[in-house]
């Protein structure tokens, strides 16, 4: 055998022993070339090692049957091994939606982009009506906590607390199974007294007589039972749950600022600030100090535990008996 015969025998065998890139790899390496030679020359480093690559791994690309199917993770690894090795973009690499082909995935329906985010709307905004629904429905209750909240920090504030004792959010039984809540109850040797908190804005009218007093914001009015009458109700179930006489007790009304009382009222209904001197204006003795630890001590036993559970059934007594009385 000849030399020269015998030389290229041993390149094509050294040839096929090295190994050889896929067609599509190869495609790959082939566009990384190209584009090296055009940006940056064709004595540029990245260009040199990128066209030896090629003319070593891709003399006899291995053909393959590629399905245009998703890529699997093995090969995707592949691919970006030989594309680490020969410097090729992360542009020219498959990914999960990309097979090895360049044929992208099905795309999303025309339906689907369309109706897709007016799903969204629409479960937004219902879960927003679901929201406003509960605060109005919480309105009332959030409003008169924070109102029962001033009045406790003005009561501390300015009343002795040697002097007076005060006990906040008081849930009483009544004798037909419901319940009366009383705002606060202030304890003294000068009298108990039990305070209705209201926070209310407007103009407010009414008098001691009437069964119902008005609220007027702007153009709008709006008729609450008289306060009087609710706390009377309070003090009378207190006197008869202490078995206390009924003289000993005293009731006081609290409008919080934002109300403006357009009418004469008696002297036990204001602001806090006046309903505080009203409170101190009460100094003569008709409980003594013992009688005094000993109500304060039985209010804690008497009224009803504080917390949801107490503040629901309270709720729904008021509901029922509203109802009963509008289909009276």
Known sequence: MSAPLYATQQASIQQYQIQQYTEAECILIKQQVADYKRRLGSNSGLYLQSKTSFDKHCQHPVRKTVRL???????IAKAEFVAKENHVASAFLPTKDTDLAGQRTEPPSPFTLMFKPLLIMLLLAF????ALAYFKKKLPQI?????????IKGLEKHLDRDEYTIINDVTLPLEDGGTT?????????????IIETKNMSGWIFGNEKQAKWTQTIHRS???????????????????????????LFHSVVVFTRNAE????????????DEM???IKAFNEEIINYKLKIKVVKHVGVVKLKQGRKTDKQHVDYLNEKHSGSLHS
């Open 181 to 193: 809540q009383v705002d606060h109850v202030v304890v003294s040797r000068f009298g108990i007294f």
């Open 221 to 247: 009015k709006h008729q609450f039972q008289n306060p009087l009458r609710q706390n009377y109700k309070h003090t009378k179930t207190l006197s008869d749950l202490l078995d206390l006489p009924h003289e």
């Open 261 to 272: 009382l357009k009418t004469k009222f008696p002297e036990n209904v204001g602001h806090l």
């Open 276 to 278: 505080v001197s009203y």
């Open 127 to 130: 879960l927003g009506s679901l």
């Open 69 to 75: 199917s998703q890529p699997s993770s093995n090969r």
């Open 143 to 151: 409003k008169g906590r924070i109102g029962e909240n001033l009045v």
